[in-house]
Each structure stands twice: as C-alpha cells, then as structure tokens.
C-alpha cells in the first residue's frame, strides 16, 4: 500500500477555506480526518511537521498527495465539493499539442494543461515530485501506462508537437547531468534510460515532445530536459503533460494534477489535444476533461449491504458530502464521481464511501444469531496439500492478480483465435491492464519469470489459486476452478524435467494419469501433452513456444504444467 510524506503546516493550508487563515489541526483530529481516506498515521516529526502516512486503498491515486487528502477532509466538513471552472469553461482558443502519426504503435495517448498563478513554495515543490513519482511507478505500472512531465511554462512556445524522431535525430541535455546526448545514448548511459527503456524496446524510432521553437522538452517516458524540464522553488506558472498507453488513465492523472493545483489557487487552462488518429474520446480532445459516468443505484441496495435503513435523501447527504454528484428519485439514487475519480466498478463501491462518510461509529454493531465453527474447505486442503509438495520439489510460490490484461493472458500466449483465448472479461473496466479474469495460470508464471533474469538460474515457480473459464452452462455463463500452476526456466528444462514433478505429484496426491499428445499454439509441436485422469483431462504440460519466450522477453526454455485441482477435490 502507498506511504506518503507529507507535511502538517501544508496540509493546515490545504485545509483553509479561500481567505481564512490556516487553523492548526491536532495529531487526535488528523488520525480521526484519516479514517475518511482509509489512512493511518506512522511517523511524526514534530520538529519538522513532517507526517507519514499509509493508505490502505490502492483503488484511489487522488489520495496519494497532500492535496488529495486535503481535498477528502475538506469536502467533508464542507458538505459538498467546490465546482473547478476549467472543466466548464474553456477558452476561445486553447493552446494545441498536436500528436504525429505513428505514435499510436509505440505510445499512443498523451493529455496536457498548464497551471498559472501559484507560485512553487518548497513543501508544493516535494508534492508535485512526490505525487509524480507516485502515480507513474504505482498507478502507471512503472511509467509503461503512465508517465508524467512538468516543465517551466514561460520557456515553451505553443504549439506543442508530441513527435516521433529517430535514436540519433535529437539531442537535448536531460535532466540531472550536464552532457548534451541523443535519445540513443540516453537510453545506454543516462540512470532513467537503464531503468526504463525497455518500455521502447523494438521501436526504431522514439516519443519526444518539442514546442514550435522546436526545443525539446522531454523524451518520454525516460527523461526531462534540464532546461525546460526542472521546475524549482518560486516558479509561477507550469505546463504538465501525461504520455501513456492507456488513454482514460492518462487524462485521469492529468485530472489529478489539475485539481491539486487549482487547490493550490492555480489557474488551470486546459489545451487541445490533436490526433492524426481516432481515440476513444475523439481526435481532438480537450484535457482536463470529466470522464465521469452516472450509475443509478436502488436506496434499497444500500440500506442491505450497511444493514441499517437509511432513505434516499439521507444516502444522497453522505455521498454528496464524499465528493459525488448525486440526484435521487423515488427509491433510487443516481451518482456520479467527482472528476479526480474512476474507482467504481461495482455498487459496493458506493456503498463503501456512504458509510466511510457517515463513519463506521454511525452503524450499530449486531451479535451473531448462531454459533458456528469454521474450516478449510476441501478444495483449500487439496490447495495446501499440493502447496507443500511443490515447495518440497524446490518450487517457489507466487501470488497474483486473478485479473490482467487480454494481451498478456491471450496474445502474449499466441492463443488468438483459439478456444484457449476465450476471456471473461470485466464491462466497466477502470484500467486494460485489469481488464479480464485469467482462464489459466501460466500468464502470472511468465509475467514473474520475465522479471527475474537478474536471478540465479534454475527457476522454479508456482501458483495455486483461482481462474474463470467459459461455461455457459453456469448462470453467468462463466466458472471459477482452482488450479495449479509450476513452470521450470533454465538452459537445459526439458519436458522429462515437469513430467517427474508432475508424477511426483500425483503420487502423493493418491491420483493417477496418463498424457495424450496435443496440439498447443503456447506449446512446441510434439512436446505438448493433454493431463488425463479417469478419462477427463484436467491439465497440460509441455515446453513453451519460443515464439511466447520471446513475447514475454524471457531468453531460456522453460516447461510448464497446469492441473485442476478442483477436479481433484471433488473426487477425493
């Protein structure tokens, strides 16, 4: 979870209405505040006034700030959320960043806006940093869907072309050393270039952004000018651009940064994007831009999920006082979220916020009716039992995300058009890369695989846990299995190599099997088996393509097997 530095006399600020002095806010008022954004206070330097605090929600990158946090306590005391006029008012004739074609193969989407008025002070300063670094290496998946440039305004002529260059066309001295470099050496020898290149990899020409005096501000997502891209103590006006591949976490992010300085008392001015290509949102896109949608809720849903009848209009005070829009009619409620959110994804969501908002201490704890003992479930023991037998062979266990991305769960597997490819996929994504559920366990092996060649080989992982498959049996036309997953990574894996562990497993699981050859597009022809037990085939083993080794940048063989443990459990 996300810990944050931020400091006490800032926060005070943030916390002032327009033209009221700061009031101080005492450490039992601030841990009381905290429970309104799941956060917890760690350290406390009274010294200094500085305040670390960790946040228990990874859901909500607005909170990760000063400003965020201030803006949640602030709404809150105030009953409702202050408008922000550039969302509506937009001016006659914006500033443009025009988009060259061909980004849209190697990072495609970009949103922008420049903040006016607020002069930089030292705590806004290790903000803007501290937020920027927050989002781009957590929310941004360490800046591969999202990366975050801040520069000097009065420096850049407008307007801006986000372009595609080749390694050598472009030099510009970066940020943090002295020496004037192409965007080539800088991928070789600059600190930022090593740690993060490899987002670019197999692209021969590169992302910059230059302004029409054609300096270049950045090369992202690697690296600022030093010129343009340095913003310091007692600057008074900021341009801030957001690159990515995800095009709705771009423009929230620059979202975010927009309202955190006009919290700040910057005048934000919003700039047109324009595309050579069609987005979801349009080839020419105004940003910051809402891209908020309402969702009407029956009161009634509420009220069961918080166990406690609350009405409509008394629902609708605790979300207006969380920062959403809210209407009510009859017994339901229509909510929207504020502009700096995209978080709900489901009604419990919203059920969340209204009794975070009203406080826990509102609702009125009930005593069980009846007394129950618990235990493991059968398939959890045929889970744990498979666990210790896998560590006793040297396999090492991961845990991941049952959610992912259709281009690393299908593509990346060359399952295209295959019935292996099939998905169940989420409708109201908030993020593509947490866009499917996994319908098996090998794509969570190679994503850990593919970031462990720094490690001594051999390899030996594995994971039990939870995939959706197709099943339009079910009601809702998919199931959930357990399975387990093992996967072995070195020079000489072979399929002899998984076959001894797959007979080591079922030997101690009291199971038996036997392997039929089959065709596997993830599999090398001829070392690819269907796991067969009492006539039903429960799994496959085989040695990966090297077309999917290298998709998933992974340069030794590796073989792999996969077993339905429910399967198993439900016939011991």
């Not at 926060?11 to 700061?22: N, R, T």
């Not at 929310?139 to 002529?157: C, H, M, N, P, Q």
């Not at 600057?235 to 651009?241: G, K, P, R, T």
């Not at 085939?537 to 030794?556: M, Y």
Request: with cysteine.
């Amino acid at each position: 979870m996300p810990t944050i530095t931020i400091f006490k006399q800032d926060l005070e600020g943030l916390l002032a209405a327009p033209g009221e002095a700061p009031q101080p806010i005492t450490m039992e008022q601030l841990e009381e505040s905290l429970m309104l954004v799941k956060g917890e206070l760690k350290e406390q330097n009274s010294d200094t006034g500085e305040l670390r605090i960790e946040l228990q929600d990874s859901n909500r990158p607005d909170l990760w700030c000063c400003e965020g946090i201030a803006r949640q306590i602030r709404v809150k005391r105030r009953g409702a959320l202050a408008k922000y006029d550039f969302l509506t008012t937009r001016p006659k004739s914006p500033k443009q960043l025009n988009v060259a074609p061909g980004l849209e193969k190697v990072r495609p989407y970009v949103a922008a806006c420049t903040a006016t008025g607020y002069r930089v002070t030292q705590e806004g300063l290790a903000q803007l940093i501290q937020t920027q670094e927050k989002l781009a290496e957590m929310f941004g998946r360490k800046r591969r869907t999202v990366s975050i440039g801040l520069y000097r305004l009065a420096a850049i002529e407008f307007p801006v072309t986000y372009d595609l260059v080749k390694p050598d066309e472009v030099t510009f001295t970066p940020l943090g050393m002295d020496t004037v470099m192409t965007l080539g050496e800088m991928l070789l020898v600059h600190p930022k270039g090593l740690e993060f290149g490899g987002i670019l990899a197999g692209h021969d020409h590169l992302p910059v952004l230059r302004d029409a005096k054609r300096q270049v501000l950045s090369f992202p997502p690697i690296i600022n000018s030093r010129e343009i891209g340095e913003v310091r103590v007692g600057d008074d006006a900021l341009f801030i651009e957001v690159t990515g591949s995800d095009l709705s976490m771009v423009v929230l992010t620059l979202n975010i940064f927009a309202a955190n300085l006009a919290d700040r008392d910057a005048v934000i001015e919003p700039i047109e994007i324009r595309y050579p290509y069609k987005t979801a949102l349009g080839m020419a896109i105004m940003t910051p831009q809402d891209l908020g949608k309402s969702r009407k809720l029956p009161v009634s849903t509420i009220e069961q999920a918080l166990g406690q009848s609350l009405g409509a209009q008394e629902v609708a005070k605790a979300l207006t006082a969380y920062g959403y829009e809210v209407m009510t009619k009859s017994k339901n409620v229509t909510v929207r979220l504020p502009f700096y959110r995209q978080d709900l994804m489901h009604a419990m969501d919203v059920v969340e916020d209204v009794a975070i908002s009203r406080g826990y201490g509102d609702f009125l704890p009930v005593m069980p009716s009846q007394f129950t003992v618990g235990g493991l479930s059968r398939i959890e023991e045929v889970s744990d039992r498979a666990r210790t037998l896998m560590v006793g062979m040297g396999f090492q266990e991961i845990i991941s995300n049952i959610l992912g991305s259709p281009k690393d769960l299908r593509d990346a597997m060359r399952l295209e058009g295959t019935e292996w490819g099939q998905l169940v996929e989420v409708d109201n994504v908030m993020s593509q890369n947490f866009s499917a559920l996994r319908q098996w366990m090998l794509p969570s092996l190679l994503r850990v695989e593919a970031a462990s060649n720094r490690a001594f080989y051999p390899h030996r992982i594995f994971e039990a846990g939870e995939v959706a498959r197709h099943d339009l049996t079910q009601p809702l036309g998919s199931r959930t299995v357990t399975v387990l997953g093992g996967m072995i990574a070195h020079v000489d894996a072979h399929f002899s190599e998984a076959h001894s562990c797959l007979d080591t497993l079922f030997y101690y699981v009291s199971q038996t099997y036997s392997l039929e050859p089959i065709q596997h597009p993830s599999f090398l022809a001829g070392r690819v088996g269907s796991i067969v037990s009492e006539g039903k085939q429960i799994g496959v083993i085989g040695e990966l393509h090297p077309e999917v080794l290298e998709r998933w940048q992974i340069s030794v063989p590796a073989v792999a097997f996969e077993v339905d443990l429910t399967e198993l459990a439900e016939r011991s």
